[in-house]
């Protein structure tokens, strides 16, 4: 059974920084694009960040480009979210998603429960 | 603002049709896939429909994906109380280089 598994979230103060991960289980991580989508309280979805199966291209939100870094660790089946200077409107439920295997751009077919990040004085 | 655009919300009564649409440009919806997302109340997303018109394993044949041009469209026939939800369309930008979503629909059953 696929499982995306979430961690790290919490209140940061504005200007402050947190690192997300998600483990996951159940299927050849090393295999396939991830990504990191987020929503903030009430609103819709928003694409973070993406990064392929070997880690060689990574794509950013232009909300959160030189903020934000994605990393995964295909030896630890994890990837990560390195979130700096964190704003405000940066507070939301941040999901990871399986993506696909191969070149394209393959729909998230696993999602993760999600941490709740929340930027706050 | 999203870069694609959806309704706000939708409704119908149990047994009825509902159709949701998407409508993009030629750097998403034009030149890419779409897919769909459904999330229930409380819930984490979940993949509804892939490249256009696909049903993953598990979905009933209720819901239904069609793209024509940068529009896309969302029909969920045989309407039912447990298809309340907000329902999500998305699709890669060439421009971007990213994902794009559309805002969001909500449907409500009457």
């Known amino acids: 059974e696929v499982q995306l598994v979430e961690a790290g979230g919490g209140l940061v103060q504005p200007g402050g920084s947190l690192r997300l991960s998600c483990a996951a289980s159940?299927?050849?991580?090393?295999?396939?694009?991830m990504n990191w989508v987020r929503q903030a309280p009430g609103k819709g979805l928003e694409w973070v960040s993406y990064i392929s199966s070997g880690s060689s291209t990574i794509y950013y939100a232009d909300s959160v480009k030189g903020r934000f870094t994605i990393s995964r660790d295909n030896a630890k089946n994890s990837l990560y979210l390195q979130m700096n200077s964190l704003r405000a409107e940066d507070t939301a439920m941040y999901y990871c998603?399986?993506?696909?295997?191969?070149?394209?751009?393959?729909?998230?077919?696993?999602w993760g429960q999600g941490t709740l990040v929340t930027v706050s004085s | 603002q999203s870069v694609l655009t959806q309704p706000p919300s939708g409704s119908g009564t149990p047994g009825q049709r509902v159709t949701i649409s998407c409508s993009g440009s030629?750097?998403?919806?034009?030149?890419?896939?779409v897919n769909w997302y459904q999330q229930l109340p409380g819930t984490a997303p979940k993949l509804l429909i892939y490249s256009n018109n696909q049903r993953p394993s598990g979905v009933p044949d209720r819901f239904s994906g069609s793209k024509s041009g940068t529009s896309a469209s969302l029909a969920i026939s045989g309407l039912q109380s447990e298809d309340e939800a907000d329902y999500y369309c998305?699709?890669?930008?060439?421009?971007?280089?990213?994902?794009?979503f559309g805002g969001g629909t909500k449907v409500t059953v009457l």
């Open positions: 998603a399986r993506g696909g295997t191969g070149s394209g751009w393959s729909a998230f077919d696993y």
């Open positions: 030629s750097s998403n919806i034009g030149s890419n896939a």
């Open positions: 998305a699709a890669w930008d060439d421009s971007l280089k990213g994902w794009v």
């Open positions: 159940g299927f050849t991580f090393s295999s396939y694009s």
